[in-house]
């Protein structure tokens, strides 16, 4: 009886285990460092502009774990307030980890944002993870499923939008039948490396699990084209988004556009005097209104969208300047700047952090005049 009572409760146990980021470094160290630099292992606990909205917008209901701590083993309660993050709890610091993303089967339409539904595990069996390698190598932690509906969903159920509870969209960065492959594509690319330490197929290349983004410098300058022509007095400068989501994806961002002219070495004119935000038609960003129609900083308290300056998925815009002084042998710069958290956002939460304190060049390009 005593016998029994042990396999039973070892059999729960095994089955009912999580398995850690950590874990997966024994077989797949390259992806797991990868991962590790990536946004996705990012917390309520080392994410400090998330962690002070979320605190911001609640201090008792953490109802943005459904995406930000998918796997914890409490979602529901950290979600109806009845449990707080916990930084001792893995399932709460392993963020977007390993084993959520290559455990969802498929996801869900729901009012306010998809929902990631998980392939269920059988108890006592190795856990199945979803992948798109053919002829995998077996291995004592996990089977491997090859599942076509797998790459087309995994982005999706997080990315694709999110309302509040005032119906107000605050992001929506994929359409509802867009597949993930397009995400995969430029945020996961083919890298050096085998996919697993004792590779015996002798796979020379993985998918990267990096994730790079708007974080990363050299990343970053791929995602538009600038384009300056001048003709007369006017400048004109195209915009391209090359991405498959706005420009903007992120309400806490802005991003604007600053050209300079420049002659003997100094600069004569440029498109705003001190504050980016005077020339509003290359100020791209987001802003909310309250019930009362007032300017509102924290998306969930909002009512509606007061500003949206935005360029779609693959859209093209020209802005042009007119009267301009222009000599042969001026150069003309054109420089796409990006905030991670506006200024207005630093007047409701106090960031330590040095990134939220300056802006960062996205892309810059320049143009001589010769005529
Ligand atoms: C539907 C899924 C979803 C929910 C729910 C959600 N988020 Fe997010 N959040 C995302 C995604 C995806 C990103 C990354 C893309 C982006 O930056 O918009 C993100 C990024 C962020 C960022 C930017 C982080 C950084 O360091 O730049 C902040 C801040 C944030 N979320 C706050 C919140 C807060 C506060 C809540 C809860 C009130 C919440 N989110 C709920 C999906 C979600
Ligand atoms: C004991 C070693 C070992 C551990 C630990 C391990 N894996 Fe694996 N994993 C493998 C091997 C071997 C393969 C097959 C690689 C191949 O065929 O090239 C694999 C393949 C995969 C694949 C690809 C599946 C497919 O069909 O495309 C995924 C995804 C994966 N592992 C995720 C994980 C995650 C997540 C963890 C941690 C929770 C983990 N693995 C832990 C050994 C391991
Ligand atoms: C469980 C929800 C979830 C899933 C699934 C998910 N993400 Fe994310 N992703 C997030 C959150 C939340 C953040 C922001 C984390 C933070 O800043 O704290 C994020 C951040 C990012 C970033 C921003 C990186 C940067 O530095 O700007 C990129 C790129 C990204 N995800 C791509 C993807 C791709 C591609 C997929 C599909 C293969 C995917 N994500 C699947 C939730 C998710
Ligand atoms: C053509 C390449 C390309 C495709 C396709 C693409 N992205 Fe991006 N994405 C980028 C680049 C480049 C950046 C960084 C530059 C920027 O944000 O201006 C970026 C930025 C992001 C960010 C960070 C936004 C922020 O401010 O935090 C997220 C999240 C993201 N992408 C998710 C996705 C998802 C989800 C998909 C699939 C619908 C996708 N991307 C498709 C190139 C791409
Ligand atoms: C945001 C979701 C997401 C997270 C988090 C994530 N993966 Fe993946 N992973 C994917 C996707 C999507 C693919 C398949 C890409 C493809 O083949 O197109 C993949 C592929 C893999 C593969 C197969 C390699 C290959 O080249 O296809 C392995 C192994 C793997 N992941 C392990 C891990 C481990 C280990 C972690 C954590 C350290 C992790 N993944 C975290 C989404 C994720």
Redesign the pocket.
Known sequence: MRFLLITLFLTVVVSAKYLS?ES??E??ED??H???S?M??KSYFNDELHRKIANKVSDKRYECASCHMPMADNLKDLIDGKAKPDKNNITHTDA???????T?AYVKKAHKHFVNIKAKQIEGFKPS?Y???KDVDHNDKHESLKNPI??KN??KG?HAYKKNDYNTTIFRAMKDDDS??SC??CH?P?VKGG??NFDKKS?F???S?R?LGIHDAKFRQSGVDINISVKDHDIKVRLHNKMAHPLIVQPARVKYLELILIRDKKVIWRNFKIDPKEDQKIFFEYKFYDKNHNSIIIPSQAYGIKRANNLNAHESKDFIYHGIDLKKGDTVIATLYVRFAKRDCQKVVKLKDDIFKRSYIIKSVKKVIKR
Request: aromatic residues 18%; contains cysteine.
């Open positions: 980021n997966c470094k077989c797949h992806i797991y990868e991962y590790q990536s996705h292992s977007i980890s390993c084993y959520f993303c290559h969802i993870f992948g798109t390698l797998y790459t995994v982005c997080c993930s492959e995969i594509k996961m083919k996919v697993e796979r290349f993985h998918k699990h994730f």
